[in-house]
């Protein structure tokens, strides 16, 4: 029987669908987009400290909180927004 998929990794996505990119929380499936997208969206009075944006993020999408892997990379992400927002 003949198959039309390919287990090529580089062939595109189906169009229509984004691209959710790299998983950073594995324990909750949440992309580096999704975290993005949702450090990007919080007030600028979030980014006075990095730990009320954590806890944001924590409490929306779960991430860090199941076996804390992923935390330093949250972090760093949450401290790079800060600084591209601070610089800005
Ligand atoms: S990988 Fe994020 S809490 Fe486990």
Redesign the pocket.
């Known amino acids: 029987m003949a198959t039309t998929q390919s287990s090529d990794p580089t062939v595109a996505p189906p169009a229509g669908f984004a691209t959710r990119g790299r998983i950073?929380?594995?324990?909750?499936n949440?992309s580096q987009s999704e975290i993005g997208e949702f450090v990007a969206a919080l007030p600028d009075v979030e980014h006075g400290l990095d730990r009320p944006a954590l806890d944001a993020l924590q409490a929306a999408l779960?991430?860090?909180?199941?076996?804390?892997?992923?935390?330093p990379e949250?972090r760093r992400m949450v401290s790079e927004r800060k600084r591209e927002r601070l610089a800005a």
């Open positions: 950073v929380c594995n324990c909750w949440v779960k991430c860090g909180t199941e076996c804390g892997s992923c935390l949250i």
